[in-house]
């Protein structure tokens, strides 16, 4: 088989954001008690990542869109850009240089597949309005997105997607052959993991928020501070767990700093 007949897939940093690392992981050991009311809290780095994929067929696929260039302004309603600031991200990072750097432009990308709609993935979902781009999202998602009044309810900021046409899934689905969407719900009401079967590299696991760090993964499952149903979260990671198991996949974190100095990052780099 060539390199041609194969997926290819770049992780591409889109920008860091630093927040308490409470937000991420319930830790009891980094608590304050009552013998410790004063314990040092861990302001942390929040790497966020896109997926892009070239399949064999000449699709391209995007999954997430990063962190928006105005996340100032447009987080500042929410109260969320004091506790999530973007205050690492460097001028190529942003996704429309990233688009730029990999020699295209919302227009080519045929799927953008949405893990979630909270403002540090679909920010930039706009830019494919218009685009032909078919944009995939869980229906349990698109349902709660689009359930409240006002600015935003939480981390979803409703004008990242209102007005987009989505195409929705409702159980696992196959986009391309060896490209799965996963439903992980938790997180949020349609939180869904990325399942890539790569030729040379095997599988590849991409959890989103469902599984923030390794340290949540366990085994024992350790729930992350925003989980809309613990439950239904619980009983995501446990699925993610049993693929990794059946196939030996690399599960790769929504939003780990360590990590992502292990893999191999595009857009220079890639996975086949």
Do not use: C
């Not at 195409?167 to 439903?183: A, F, K, M, Q, S």
């Not at 030729?199 to 923030?212: C, E, I, Q, V």
């Not at 501070?225 to 196939?247: A, P």
Request: hydrophobic share 35%; no cysteine; charged share 25%.
């Amino acid at each position: 088989m060539s390199e041609t007949d194969k997926i290819k897939l770049r992780i591409i940093p889109t920008g860091t954001m630093h927040a308490d690392l409470t937000w991420l992981l319930i830790d009891p050991g980094r608590m304050a008690t009552r013998s410790q009311p004063d314990k040092a809290k861990d302001w942390v780095e929040v790497p966020t990542h896109v997926v892009y994929i070239e399949h064999p067929n000449g699709q391209k696929l995007l999954w997430d869109a990063g962190v928006p260039r105005d996340w100032e302004e447009r987080w500042a309603p929410t109260g969320l850009d004091q506790f999530f600031p973007v205050d690492a991200a460097t001028e190529d990072m942003w996704l429309d240089s990233r688009l730029k750097q990999l020699g295209t432009e919302p227009g080519d990308i045929d799927y953008l597949l949405l893990s979630h709609l909270h403002m540090d993935h679909a920010a930039n979902a706009k830019f494919f309005q218009d685009s032909g781009t078919t944009i995939v999202i869980d229906e349990e998602e698109r349902k709660g997105a689009l359930s409240f009044d006002g600015y935003n309810q939480g981390a979803h900021i409703k004008s990242d997607y209102d007005g987009l046409a989505f195409t929705t899934v409702n159980e696992d689905t196959e986009i391309l052959p060896g490209i799965t969407l996963l439903r992980t719900p938790g997180h949020t009401w349609g939180t869904m993991s990325l399942q890539v079967d790569l030729a040379d590299s095997g599988t590849m696991l991409f959890t989103s928020d469902s599984l923030y760090l390794k340290e949540s993964y366990g085994p024992p499952a350790i729930a992350a501070g925003i989980v809309y149903d613990t439950v239904s979260w619980f009983r995501s990671v446990e699925k993610i767990r049993g693929i990794e198991e059946r196939t030996g996949a690399t599960v790769v974190f929504g939003h780990s700093a360590d990590q992502l100095t292990e893999l191999r990052l595009g857009p220079d780099e890639y996975y086949t």
